[in-house]
């Protein structure tokens, strides 16, 4: 039987991925989830190489109260404040309607990275995700890939499956699967970036996944988008089938 494995999320979009022992999938996807992102001199999401730095460092968004750890250990900290509305370019083609945060963290990750960079936050009740709220991948799809033992967290999914199929996921696309308490609707397979190949510990390129897939199921795709059909809560150990 296919399982709920791993809830994974993080306040920042592109930041180190956390585990949560369950979550509350809402309308717009889990509430905080990936609600900041970080924006480029040009007003562009980050994306591809320039965001391999940024899964050294970690955020936790709580009570009001944004804290990013550095990868010195240094904790920025502080309460966001809204800034300059603005349209910020989106990856996958996306523009999305989102405010600038003013604080400390900018400062701080430009250092850090060693380009200008703004923290913004999405309005309008969207999440930071990239195209669907909720994001769905097999741990069995990721061992069929013939990797060896990789962290999954480079594949930056909310839900990561246990048992089941490899590839079971695919075949859910246009389907409601029900996971949990919440039922999603499957749009669309996750095409994949650079980013796969990067440990998500260390920023460093150690697995060629995206090879990796195109042998095992012919596309550099791994995993699935959805969009949510029923909220409810999700928790570590509640089936994943086909409603």
């Known amino acids: 039987m296919t399982r709920v494995g791993r809830l994974l999320l993080t306040p920042i979009k592109s930041l180190r991925l956390a585990e949560r022992a369950q979550v509350e999938i809402g309308p717009h996807g889990v509430d905080g989830d990936r609600a900041f992102f970080l924006l480029d001199a040009d007003g562009s999401c980050l994306r591809g190489p320039r965001r391999l730095p940024l899964c050294r460092m970690t955020a936790d968004w709580a009570d009001g109260v944004l804290a990013i750890t550095l990868p010195t250990g240094r904790v920025v900290r502080g309460a966001p404040e809204a800034g300059a509305a603005l349209r910020a370019r989106w990856d996958m083609d996306l523009e999305v309607d989102a405010e600038l945060v003013e604080g400390p963290w900018a400062a701080a990750l430009s250092e850090a990275c060693g380009e200008p960079i703004r923290l913004a936050r999405t309005t309008g009740g969207r999440g930071g995700w990239s195209g669907f709220p ?34 079971e996921e695919d075949a859910w696309v246009g389907r409601d699967v029900r996971i949990g308490e919440a ?51 999700v928790r570590v150990g509640d089936p994943v089938a086909p409603a």
Not at 136 to 162: H, Q, Y
Not at 212 to 217: D, I, Q, R
């Open 183 to 233: 039922v999603v609707r499957v749009e669309e397979a996750c095409a994949r970036c650079a980013v796969t190949t990067v440990d998500p510990e260390t920023g460093v390129r150690d697995v060629d996944a995206l090879r990796a897939m195109v042998t095992a199921k012919g596309a550099a795709d791994l995993g699935v988008y959805c969009r949510v059909v029923e909220p409810g809560t």
């Open 134 to 167: 909720v994001s769905v991948i097999g741990g069995a799809s990721i061992d069929a890939l013939g990797l060896g033992p990789v962290d999954p967290r480079r594949f930056r999914m909310l839900v990561e499956t246990a048992g089941g199929a490899p590839f």
